[in-house]
């Protein structure tokens, strides 16, 4: 083990409780004493986190797995500063389920991490960049791992498209090789980036099913990946076809009217998914399942809006939790 520097400035930011809103929501950036290699483990500086929607609501207590005290945060990039020799000075990023859930986070300078949990970060690709691919990522490579990846010959519905998940999901759909439908709520082209021609539904306008029929020739799609949950259930059921797979992480409301004739006679399968189930070490495996496609640019990061310190992360939680599209990073 061999440690790089000492950082006497570093500090961490620290959830003492829950709070009951947004307004009563109390970050503390304390000092954070810098941390020691402990065999197994490495020590990371952090140059970039993602403020992810799960960061805030877990800080609201709305993760029933969520610890406290802790520091919040799931998605990192840094450079290790301890732990193994040949790991020291090597940029990393990753993510994970535990990582500012159950244990200390990515909001601070130092974090801790297992061996098994480092991963050299695409260089084709920024540090911010780097720190905000994790959640949305990991999360729609996780679903199609479980459903089986997007291939040449198949069409993916992508219910949602307009958020992050939804936007990685046509990304990694159209990298496969598959014809890839966006539903999102507006008229015109898909939003984001995709390294394939993208055809879009306006979920304003008439029946989603039926334009899904109409664009397919009667078929449906092979995979409807359903971002939303409740909203597009029945929609995303009745745009499937034989033998196809709906893939849900999220809803509205958890009771939603199901057909099980239509389901068996269908031959559907479901596939849920939970990106908090991830350690670090699997969220972060997955993540660099897919460097290749970030480093030929197949794939790519979502475009950081903003940079905040840890003396504005109250700022940047207020605007995630706005619901605003941007993506943001903590520069601890």
């Not at 003492?16 to 929501?25: C, N, P, R, S, T």
């Not at 799931?74 to 389920?97: K, L």
């Not at 799609?221 to 949950?229: E, M, P, R």
């Amino acid at each position: 083990m061999n440690a790089v520097t000492v950082d006497d400035s570093a500090r961490a930011l620290r959830l003492a409780e829950k709070a009951a809103d947004i307004a009563g929501l109390r970050l503390q950036a304390a000092a954070q004493p810098e941390p020691a290699a402990t065999p197994g483990f490495a020590v990371v500086r952090v140059g970039a986190a993602a403020v992810n929607p799960s960061d805030v609501k877990a800080a609201l207590g709305l993760m029933p797995q969520a610890v406290w005290p802790r520091t919040p945060g799931r998605d990192f990039a840094g450079v290790v500063v301890d732990g193994p020799n040949d790991w020291i000075g090597r940029e990393v990023y990753g993510s994970g389920g535990d990582i500012g859930i159950t244990r200390d986070g990515s909001h601070a300078r130092f974090l801790v991490l297992p061996v098994a949990a480092l991963r050299d970060r695409p260089l084709s690709i920024s540090m911010d960049e780097s720190g905000a691919v994790g959640v949305p990522f990991v999360t729609a490579y996780e679903g199609f791992r479980r459903s089986g990846m997007p291939r040449d010959g198949q069409t993916v519905l992508v219910l949602g498209a307009n958020g992050k998940v939804g936007q990685a999901a046509v990304q990694l759909a159209a990298q496969g090789g598959a014809r890839v439908i966006a539903v999102q709520r507006r008229p015109g082209p898909f939003e984001g980036f995709a390294c394939a021609a993208v055809e879009t539904i306006d979920a304003t306008q008439g029946d989603i099913a039926a334009r899904v029929r109409e664009l397919t020739g009667g078929r449906g799609v092979n995979i409807a990946y359903n971002t939303v949950g409740s909203a597009y259930f029945d929609a995303a059921n009745k745009s499937m076809a034989k033998g196809a797979t709906q893939i849900l992480i999220s809803t509205q409301d958890r009771a939603v009217p199901f057909d099980i004739f239509a389901f068996y006679r269908g031959m559907h399968t479901y596939v849920g998914i939970d990106s908090l189930a991830m350690d670090c070490v699997a969220a972060t495996g997955q993540l660099d399942a897919m460097r290749e496609g970030f480093e030929r640019g197949t794939l790519k990061p979502f475009p950081v809006a903003r940079a905040f310190t840890l003396d504005q992360a109250a700022d940047a939680y207020r605007l995630v939790l706005s619901g605003s599209t941007d993506r943001v990073v903590l520069r601890p």
